[in-house]
């Protein structure tokens, strides 16, 4: 009989998925560079926050949030998948360039809706009416709410007939 314990295990060694890693120094990064920019801007005037003061606080958020993300990591790191689903990103990335290519055409409230129409009904496989109803509040809602609400002005159509009814 040996005195060997079966119950010892080797010491184990936490590895986080260079993937992982990658996508936490992504976050860190522009957190930084939105930190940094945003100082340029003022952080505050004699009136009160300065137009810095915002993305200041949001760069903050950032690069604290990828640092919590990075403690977590190191605690239990997540298992990752065993691949990229291709289809998934040439979708989204091919409908970005589309909405971007015809958003000044159509302006934002229709192409805004076909871009989330497309990812609800065929990318989400939602439901016809859940599609409808998130596409419309999302495009035509936050139109009205840029536009009047806040006073941002958001793009409208170049096609005579859509601009004259209000697209």
Do not use: C
Not at 46 to 73: C, D, K, N, R, T
């Amino acid at each position: 009989m040996t005195t060997e314990s079966v119950a010892t295990k080797p010491p184990s060694t936490v590895r986080v998925a260079p993937t992982v890693l990658a996508g936490i120094g992504a976050f860190a990064a522009v957190g930084t560079y939105v930190l940094v920019s945003s100082v340029g801007l003022g952080l505050w005037t004699s009136l009160g926050p300065g137009p810095g003061l915002f993305p200041f606080a949001m760069g903050a958020v950032l690069v604290a949030m990828a640092l919590l993300w990075l403690l977590q990591e190191l605690r239990n790191p997540s298992e990752t998948a065993p691949g990229i689903d291709r289809g998934l990103v040439v979708g989204v990335v091919a409908s970005l360039v589309v909405l971007a290519a015809v958003m000044d055409l159509l302006g934002f409230q229709l192409s805004m809706f076909a871009f989330l129409l497309y990812h609800l009904k065929i990318r989400g496989r939602r439901t016809w009416v859940s599609a409808l109803i998130i596409a419309v509040a999302g495009s035509f809602g936050a139109f009205y709410a840029f536009n009047y609400g806040l006073n941002v002005a958001l793009p409208v159509s170049a096609l005579p007939f859509l601009n004259a009814i209000g697209l």
